[in-house]
């Protein structure tokens, strides 16, 4: 089954550390989007890229976030110097087109625990 | 903004009953879809609405979006403990319709 990967799935961070996310979209998939998962919250969107380029990042935050998706390998989604409000469930998604009824087809998440 | 609001937020319910579950907006959606997201997982798609009115089908599961194309609802027949999960809709809309707007789910237990 060649879902969309996500790893690490699970990873802890201490206050001032940084984290990296990656995501592998599906064979054929250019198009990714990074949704976050805060607790007792619905998914919000964060950014939405294509290869080495990104097309919408008006849900990223302002200061230590930012996301990439390189012409070779997976998407990554880095934050900076982590808070405990960035403990989350973040989910990359992909599809195939990005259009309208494009499908989005989400990886399992990476829990981020910050301490 | 645009909001999704599901309800119940929580169902709990014995295996070969019915239910429905809702989703609602003050806005309309260009289309709209419904996943199950069960602990620790990702949203898995069940269903992709597009056009006001439409109705899909799968196996015990029927999806209706409304006609103004503002409000879903997702009807199960005879659950089975399987069913069991976080159900969310999710919206797009407008020039910016990749992206999705969640509803914050119902989450449902169907027991034994």
């Known amino acids: 089954n060649a879902g969309v990967m996500q790893n690490p799935r699970h990873l802890v961070r201490r206050r001032g550390q940084e984290a990296r996310l990656r995501c592998s979209p599906m064979k054929g998939h250019s198009h990714v989007y990074w949704y976050r998962q805060l607790p007792e919250e619905g998914l919000k969107f964060m950014v939405y890229l294509q290869k080495e380029n990104i097309i919408d990042e008006s849900g990223m935050p302002k200061e230590r976030f930012s996301a990439e998706f390189p012409k070779e390998g997976p998407s990554i989604l880095r934050i900076q110097q982590v808070v405990r409000g960035d403990s989350a469930a973040y989910f990359c998604a992909s599809s195939i087109l990005g259009g309208r009824v494009d499908t989005q087809y989400f990886g399992p998440g990476t829990r981020l625990t910050v301490l | 903004t645009q909001l999704l609001e599901q309800s119940p937020q929580f169902l709990s319910i014995q295996e070969g009953e019915n239910l429905t579950v809702y989703c609602n907006s003050s806005?309309?959606?260009?289309?709209l879809q419904w996943y199950r997201q069960e602990p620790g997982e990702g949203p898995v798609l069940l269903v992709t609405?597009?056009?006001?009115?439409e109705v899909k089908k799968l196996k015990r599961l029927t999806f209706q979006f409304g006609d103004a194309r503002k409000d879903s609802s997702l009807h199960i027949t005879a659950a089975q403990p399987g069913d069991t999960g976080l159900y969310l809709c999710?919206?797009?809309?407008?020039?910016?319709?990749?992206?999705?707007?969640f509803g914050k789910g119902t989450l449902l237990t169907v027991n034994p």
């Open positions: 999710a919206g797009s809309s407008g020039g910016s319709n990749y992206k999705l707007t």
């Open positions: 609405v597009v056009t006001g009115g």
């Open positions: 806005s309309v959606f260009s289309s």
